[in-house]
């Protein structure tokens, strides 16, 4: 093999190579190399499939006289097995965010570099599509009713059945026919990257360069977004989910109109099918290939499942039930466990004593509503919680909440990364008013919202005396 490269190589620049190392793989069958030259380097890519190889020359040599940031390709052997291509380094967005993402918390730095990606897209999605010869494409030019099925059934037979959950898979039919028709309104002359996420995202001199479009075609732009926002391993929290996609949004803007609500929903049903196919892959990769690095991933993406079905999808009634029961199957739910800080968050009354930590760590915060303006001292209050809209409206009315609230938060805010940094597996946070009913569940219902947006934690809701427990 180095013999193929060396003489690409050679044949290319007209010098001798003087180093050939092969670098890590991905989850693909191609390798790669970087050659080193008197004065540079350049990377050689052997890939088993011609087509695909074909495919990727013919999208970048397009791109790079389009002007977008992607390598340049420069030579391939005559039967095209090998090619070479610029070397732009090691620095791949998902290693320069890896900090942000093994705290849960991104910095200002990270989420940078994450927006200049996300900007670029709507970039390489229009302008790249321009004159595009889409026939080349591999394995096929557009986007349609088949590759969407080819993917559903990934999921289904390399993921669902490898579970032993027990389904009905004309029931599950019916929802993929739906789910298919959905997408397909969706369809739009635009280059679809197929895998936009961070391990594709190269930064040379804090600029974003894309790699690996190979498996791109004609098709919506929606699915590359989900790729790259629900990218599973990523899990962005939910406030940084929502400040990406404004910056799509905003950028998307130079080529077409969007209504934001609208994107939105669209794009819910993206993020589900984009999470199907993943999981279909981490199945055939895990289950099938015997590469078990892959599973640890699992519980990420029916993580972003989990969060997904807190608004139903109606449209798909069998298929959101059936993975109900995904994401409560105990060897997914524990995978990982030890290493995801969990905040639970208390409400309590008082005169029935401060709640036990069960973790046995000894308890956490105790924050005193008692200061707040009470709605129970008020008939018409009596009969509502603090989950209601009439006593939500009767604090914020007031107004004393938001600043306790705020001061509280500053406080967990802290005490949350700092946990998260030492790898800690368990924080408590308690708030306690006269009844239990009113002021602690406001605020322990606000402060859990917050801090799940913020972080990557699990947070577990607990009010005492309502006799309330829920997962975030």
């Known amino acids: 093999m180095n013999t193929a490269i060396a003489k690409l190589f050679r044949d290319c620049t007209g010098e001798e190579p003087l180093n050939i190392e092969e670098l890590p793989s991905s989850g693909s069958n191609r390798r790669y190399f970087r050659i080193t030259g008197n004065d540079r380097t350049l990377i050689a890519a052997k890939g088993t499939s011609i087509p695909e190889n074909v495919a990727f020359w013919t999208i970048a040599d397009h791109f790079r006289k389009a002007g977008l940031p992607v390598p340049a390709v420069l030579s391939h052997s005559e039967d095209f097995v090998y090619y070479l291509q610029e070397d732009l380094g090691d620095d791949t967005l998902f290693n320069l965010v890896a900090d942000g993402r093994d705290k849960g918390q991104y910095s200002r730095a990270e ?42 059934n990934y999921f289904k037979y390399c993921f669902l059945k490898a579970t032993g959950i027990e389904f009905s898979e004309i029931k599950l039919d019916e929802d993929f026919r739906t789910m298919s028709s959905v997408l397909m309104r969706s369809m739009s002359d635009t280059f679809l990257y197929r895998d936009f996420q961070a391990r594709n995202v190269m930064f040379r001199d804090g600029e974003p360069y894309f790699i690996d479009f190979q498996g791109g075609r004609k098709g919506p732009v929606f699915y590359d977004v989900a790729s790259f926002i629900w990218q599973a391993k990523a899990a962005y929290p939910e406030e940084l989910k929502v400040e990406l996609i404004d910056q799509y949004i905003d950028a998307l803007r130079a080529y077409i109109p ?215």
Not at 112 to 119: G, S
């Open 111 to 152: 989420k940078t570099l994450l927006i200049k990606a996300i900007r670029c897209l709507p970039k390489l999605q229009f302008e790249g599509a321009r004159g595009l010869d889409f026939s080349v494409c591999f394995p096929q030019p557009e986007f349609d009713e088949r590759m969407i099925s080819f993917d559903q």
């Open 258 to 472: 969007v209504n934001r609500d609208e994107f939105l929903e669209t794009l819910r049903h993206f993020v589900l099918f984009r999470t199907l196919q993943v999981l279909g892959a981490y199945g055939f990769r895990g289950y099938f290939e015997k590469k078990p690095h892959f599973l640890q991933s699992v519980p990420f993406a029916l993580d972003n499942i989990r969060k997904l079905l807190k608004k139903p999808f109606v449209e798909y009634p069998y298929l959101s039930q059936v993975l109900e029961e995904l994401c409560n199957l105990r060897e997914y739910t524990e995978m990982n466990k030890e290493k995801v800080l969990e905040v639970m968050i208390c409400s309590f009354a008082y005169k029935k004593g401060i709640p036990n930590d069960v973790s046995g760590n000894g308890g956490g915060y105790v924050f005193d509503c008692r200061g707040l303006e009470n709605p129970g001292k008020y008939e018409h209050y009596k009969h509502f919680t603090g989950m209601d809209a009439e006593v939500i409206k009767f604090m914020e009315d007031d107004g004393g909440v938001l600043k306790f609230l705020d001061n509280a938060y500053n406080l967990v805010d802290a005490h949350v990364k700092r946990f998260m940094e030492r790898k800690f597996t368990h924080l408590m946070v308690s708030f306690g008013c006269t009844g239990g009913q009113h002021r602690s569940v406001y605020c322990a219902e606000h402060l859990a919202e917050h801090v799940s947006k913020k972080f990557n934690v699990r947070v577990h809701v607990v009010h005492r005396e309502l006799e309330i427990e829920k997962d975030l």
